[in-house]
Antibody, heavy 123, light 110 residues
Framework: QLQLQESGPGLVKPSETLSLTCTVS??????????WGWIRQSPGRGLQWIGT???????YYSPSLKSRLTISIDTSKNQFSLKLSSVTAADTAIYYC???????????????WGQGTLVTVSS | QSVLTQPPSVSGTPGQRVAISCSGS????????VNWYHHLPGAAPKLLIY???QRPSGVPDRISGSKSGTSASLAISGLQSGDEGQYYC???????????FGGGTKLTVL
């Protein structure tokens, strides 16, 4: 059974970098079929796609976050990670990692999700 | 303000059929597929419908999806208490080059 688990600090100070890791179990992150992504949910903005990564390291970012975003993948650890720089209170949200089946963008779906982790941006 | 528009809430009694609408535009639903998700607080969101009307393995056939023009709909028949929760639609937006989601619909089984 595929499982995804987010981990990382629950509190980040404004202007600092938010860092999260998603550990995948039950499937190889090196599969050429699947992509791996991040989505967040905040009270003010609802659900928002952050970005997606392939096992080769190819990334796809939301235009609204692209300038502050780095998503990477570590196939040896079966993990992928998110770094969001210069955070503000607007980045406070529940962050989910997910698997994508069907490609990186248009025709795909987020078919498995983690339970999410709350990240609060506050001094 | 979400790009895709859903009703904030719907309700029904056990056994009834409910439908949840999702309205978009030519740059998202009008051009691309729609997926639907079910979400309970504290749990992982679950994929219910993909590519407009396809059910993943394990999703019962009393749950169905459809799309027409710039709108989509999720229908749940034989309503059960376990169907309660939030439902979200999602589609790729060609103009924004981004995934867009509905604001969510809370389903209550009375």
């Amino acid at each position: 059974q595929l499982q995804l688990q987010e981990s990382g600090p629950g509190l980040v100070k404004p202007s600092e970098t938010l860092s999260l890791t998603c550990t995948v179990s039950g499937d190889s992150i090196s599969s050429s079929r699947y992509y791996w992504g991040w989505i967040r949910q905040s009270p003010g903005r609802g659900l928002q796609w952050i970005g997606t990564v392939f096992y080769t390291g190819r990334t796809y970012y939301s235009p609204s976050l692209k300038s502050r975003l780095t998503i990477s993948i570590d196939t040896s650890k079966n993990q992928f990670s998110l770094k969001l720089s210069s955070v503000t209170a607007a980045d406070t949200a529940i962050y989910y990692c997910a698997r994508l089946d069907g490609g990186p963008t248009v025709q795909t779906r987020f078919d498995y999700w983690g339970q999410g982790t709350l990240v609060t941006v506050s001094s | 303000q979400s790009v895709l528009t859903q009703p904030p809430s719907v309700s029904g009694t056990p056994g009834q059929r409910v439908a949840i609408s999702c309205s978009g535009s030519s740059s998202n639903i009008g051009s691309n597929i729609v997926n639907w998700y079910h979400h309970l607080p504290g749990a992982a969101p679950k994929l219910l419908i993909y590519t407009n009307n396809q059910r993943p393995s394990g999703v019962p056939d009393r749950i169905s999806g459809s799309k027409s023009g710039t709108s989509a709909s999720l229908a749940i028949s034989g309503l059960q208490s376990g169907d309660e929760g939030q439902y979200y639609c999602a589609s790729w937006d060609d103009r924004l080059s981004d995934w867009v989601f509905g604001g969510g619909t809370k389903l209550t089984v009375l």
